[in-house]
T-cell receptor
Framework: AQSVTQPDIHITVSEGASLELRCNYS??????LFWYVQSPGQGLQLLLK??????LVQGIKGFEAEFKRSQSSFNLRKPSVHWSDAAEYFC?????????????FGKGTHLIIQP | EADIYQTPRYLVIGTGKKITLECSQT?????MYWYQQDPGMELHLIHY???????EKGDLSSESTVSRIRTEHFPLTLESARPSHTSQYLC?????????????FGPGTRLTVT
């Protein structure tokens, strides 16, 4: 069965500092990987996705992620965070291997921005 | 980007009531999904649909039911609400019946059953 692990429940970063959120997945076939962001009381917004090709993918709001098959990881990065980046971040995996084509989500990482 | 609408955004209701959570999308997407998210937890798939007249149960067992009579509409119904149904319910859609595409989410309905 597919699974996603986000080892950091909370991360605190100073405004302007760099950010890396970790994500490890388990999936039997070629994974489709996603990062979503959720602000309080809101739905999920897609930040970026990886289906194939270049393992470094660019997303919205200055985020990027790197797919490393050997490490089963898909870490999210941003060179300089802004206070508006404070939110919950979810990594997800999906693909044609699953019957529902639904996504399997990690438990999320809560990002706190210090002034 | 898909436009997905969910109503109501917040609902507080008593035990035993019947409720329907509405979800509509305007992009003509074939696939639609319902996820359940408890506070501070990950999302779990409870229902999905490949298109009109298609409904399937997801990974997480749920007492709710869904219907798909029109492409753009995917309502979720609880015949008799219970406090254990208190959660956030998120609707999503993705393009095309076949293949795998990214999912776009609505704003969610936060349900509280007293």
């Amino acid at each position: 069965a597919q699974s996603v692990t986000q080892p950091d429940i909370h991360i605190t970063v100073s405004e302007g500092a760099s950010l890396e959120l970790r994500c490890n997945y388990s999936y039997g076939a070629t994974p489709y990987l996603f990062w979503y962001v959720q602000s309080p009381g809101q739905g999920l917004q897609l930040l970026l996705k990886y289906f194939s090709g270049d393992t470094l993918v660019q997303g919205i709001k200055g985020f990027e992620a790197e797919f490393k098959r050997s490490q089963s990881s898909f870490n999210l990065r941003k060179p300089s965070v802004h206070w508006s980046d404070a939110a919950e971040y979810f990594c997800a995996v999906g693909g044609a291997g699953g019957g529902a084509d639904g996504l399997t989500f990690g438990k999320g990482t809560h990002l706190i921005i210090q002034p | 980007e898909a436009d997905i609408y969910q109503t109501p955004r917040y609902l507080v209701i008593g035990t035993g009531k019947k409720i329907t959570l509405e979800c509509s999308q305007t992009m003509g997407h074939d696939k639609m999904y319902w996820y359940q998210q408890d506070p501070g937890m990950e999302l779990h798939l409870i229902h999905y649909s490949y298109g009109v007249n298609s409904t399937e149960k997801g990974d997480l067992s749920s007492e709710s039911t869904v219907s798909r009579i029109r492409t753009e509409h995917f309502p979720l119904t609880l015949e008799s609400a219970r406090p254990s149904h208190t959660s956030q319910y998120l609707c999503a859609s993705s393009a095309h019946r076949w293949g795998f595409y990214e999912q776009y989410f609505g704003p969610g309905t936060r349900l509280t059953v007293t």
